[in-house]
């Protein structure tokens, strides 16, 4: 979980979902879009079955009113199930989540597996996925058997978690889906973490400065 170290918190955040769905397309446009000072150089494994084998490597970090010092590390998981084990040692002690879909309609079936998967791999690491900040974004959006966004929001009104349409490919719905993260994960720790009463950091500071526009 939120990593302290003297005047400093560490938050993990992980993007996680089926092979191919533009995990690490959305972390490039990310680094694309944050200040240089920033972000540090994207770390990439590649295997023969999977773009990504262990993870993408993205730290960032701005200070609150107080002094503290206040860094981000976004991974993405491999989407094949044969690394399942380091799916799961990649999510382990995550504070947030983006479940990356593919709109695809032919990829129904994949998302809802992985988007199993990864309910069973938080409880299996001991994350408390009821109060887990997470973001569902919906990715290629622009793909001709995309499922209609109308059918997408019909279904999951129910969920509990911010939706965003995406295509990660130029850029489109990036921002916005690591904005809601963020929201979501202020939310989730401000109180505990003391972000407003003891750190002067009110929501809106958290999401500029996670953005790099503090």
Not at 138 to 149: Q, R, T
Not at 163 to 186: I, K
Request: hydrophobic share 40%.
């Amino acid at each position: 979980m939120t990593e302290r170290q003297d005047n400093s918190l560490t938050f993990k955040l992980v993007y996680y979902g089926p092979a191919q769905s533009g995990k690490t397309t959305n972390l490039l446009r990310l680094h694309d879009l944050l200040s240089p000072e920033l972000k540090g150089e994207i770390m990439t494994m590649e295997t023969k079955d999977d773009r990504t084998l262990f993870f993408d490597l993205l730290p960032l970090g701005f200070r609150a009113p107080s002094g503290l010092l206040i860094k981000f590390r976004l991974f993405t998981v491999p989407g094949q199930v044969a690394h399942d084990g380091t799916r799961k040692a990649v999510l382990s002690r995550a504070d947030g989540v983006v479940f990356v879909a593919d709109s695809d309609r032919s990829q129904e079936t994949n998302n809802a597996e992985s988007f199993k998967s990864m309910t069973e791999n938080c409880h299996r690491v001991g994350l408390d996925f009821e109060h887990l900040p997470l973001v569902v974004q919906f990715n290629k959006c622009d793909l001709p058997g995309a499922v209609p966004e109308a059918e997408i929001r019909q279904r999951w009104g129910t969920a509990p978690w911010p939706l965003v349409f995406a295509v990660a490919l130029d850029g489109r719905g990036v921002e916005d889906t690591f904005r809601a993260l963020l929201a979501s994960l202020y939310r989730r720790h401000a109180d505990d973490l003391g972000l407003a009463a003891e750190h002067g950091l009110d929501e809106a500071a958290f999401i500029a400065g996670g953005l790099g526009r503090a």
